[in-house]
């Protein structure tokens, strides 16, 4: 148990750094094409915090655990927005730009109704569909290099001018945080799941809730450190379009590479759980996320609260499942 704990720890270190690197290098990206941090944190830092699912969905696709795959991408998306976002809109609430949320909260909701569709039709997630999931993804970073040709540029920074790096080394922090913080997930994962499995905590539940937190730890040290350094819209922006990636992406490359059908684990009042929760939840609290940020172009205190509340109740019904 202690070399688990020991790597355990690794990870984390790994994870904060890179997530510190990670962030300079995508917020000097923005400011050097001026291109708006929401639209850089839906895209680039979303890729790189995404990497950890892709690699855990594909390799337990890979080896035959579709649940594990299903789940992971099921419980990042909860995870992003009602623990991640929640944090970063309770702690600093504010306006956002509705019109570059516009992009990915409609792919999400696209992509999320295809996904539903399957999964309440036929439960079974076969190759076509994984191929149309890898199509809208291609779809998306299209729309948002678009939207970031037409975005208006932002207010430069004159008080800060010094403070500018090359772009090599933006390049580079990005890079070299996306490592650290893939390396760093990566041990999160496999040694907190040994660590689960030691204290008796059955696998549906750590697929569902530690892996998907383990793996969605990229995004939670993202928000934190963009927080910290006062870019709460690179950490919004971040959420929403690794939640698109978590549909699109995670799940597009898992089922093209090896189909699977839904899980049947658990139920809840007889019927699958992931049909009457897991579903009903990651839509419910993505449309708390997105919709107020749509219609009032700012996020409130209590959305963070009720969000957090909700992830809350969703872990305590998985754990008495």
Not at 219 to 225: D, F, K, P, Q, Y
Not at 303 to 318: E, K, N, R, T
Request: include cysteine.
């Amino acid at each position: 148990m202690l070399i688990p704990v020991l790597l355990f720890i690794v990870g984390l270190l790994c994870l904060i750094k890179g997530g510190d690197w990670f962030v300079d290098g995508a917020t000097g990206i923005a400011r050097r094409f001026k291109v708006p941090e929401l639209l850089i944190g839906a895209t680039v830092v979303s890729i790189g915090t995404t990497l950890p699912e892709v690699m855990v969905s594909t390799t337990s696709a890979m080896t035959g655990h579709g649940e594990i795959a299903y789940g992971n991408a099921i419980g990042s998306v909860i995870c992003n927005a009602a623990l991640i976002a929640a944090i970063t809109i309770a702690v600093r609430p504010g306006k956002v730009d509705p019109k570059s949320l516009r992009v990915p909260v409609l792919f999400f909701f696209v992509a999320a109704a295809l996904y539903a569709g399957v999964a309440y039709t036929t439960g079974y997630f076969s190759r076509p569909i994984g191929i149309v999931l890898l199509a809208m993804f291609v779809a998306y970073m299209v729309c948002n290099v678009l939207a970031m040709k037409n975005a208006p540029a932002p207010e430069d920074d004159e008080d800060e001018p010094e403070k500018e790096m090359s772009f090599a080394k933006e390049i580079g922090l990005l890079i070299l945080g996306a490592a650290l913080i893939a390396v760093g997930a990566n041990l999160l994962v496999d040694n907190g799941t040994l660590i689960a499995q030691a204290l008796g905590v059955p696998e549906s539940v750590i697929a569902l809730t530690f892996v998907a937190l383990g793996t969605s730890l990229p995004e939670l040290v993202t928000a934190i450190t963009s927080l910290a350094k006062g870019h709460s819209d690179l950490s919004l922006g971040n959420v929403v379009g690794a939640n698109v990636f978590n549909l699109v992406l995670v799940s597009g490359v898992s089922v093209s590479l090896a189909p699977f059908t839904i899980p049947q684990n658990s139920t809840l009042f007889g019927i699958n759980s992931s049909l009457v929760l897991e579903l009903p939840v990651m839509l419910a609290v993505m449309l708390i996320l997105t919709v107020p940020a749509l219609v009032k172009g700012k996020l409130k205190r209590g959305q963070g609260i009720l969000l957090l509340a909700i992830y809350a109740a969703f872990c305590a019904v998985q754990f008495t499942l």
